[in-house]
């Protein structure tokens, strides 16, 4: 996978509801929330995104590891057909939502 184009990491939240990247004269507002009644949904939203680097490179790293072979995922140890295409299914959406972090597929 090619490298991501996104503003770099870490992100975090800085002030009410607005989500910044870097510090001083550095720093840049990567987004900001609305909350609308119960701000819990707009808690979990802001967390979300604030991760949202750290959740892409994870991701990448272990589709590297499945993608070379060194993580099987559990499909080399069943020879059941039912779960070799759910783990099929389960890399198959995560390149896909690699691809999607990364500007490659269509949102």
Do not use: Q
């Not at 870490?10 to 840049?28: F, K």
């Not at 790293?61 to 057909?81: K, M, Q, Y």
């Not at 299914?89 to 690699?98: G, Q, V």
């Amino acid at each position: 996978m090619t490298a991501p184009t996104f503003t770099p990491g870490p992100w975090r939240r800085v002030g009410h509801r607005t989500i910044a990247a870097g510090t001083g004269p550095d720093m840049r507002t990567i987004c900001e929330l609305y909350s609308w009644g119960d701000c819990t949904e707009a808690d979990g939203n802001e967390a979300l995104i604030a991760a949202a680097p750290e959740l892409h490179a994870a991701a990448a790293e272990v589709f590297a590891w499945i993608d070379c072979g060194f993580l099987t995922v559990g499909v080399l140890a069943d020879d059941s057909p039912a779960r070799a295409a759910a783990c099929g299914r389960a890399i198959d959406a995560l390149a896909a939502a690699l691809g999607k972090a990364s500007g490659r597929a269509a949102s």
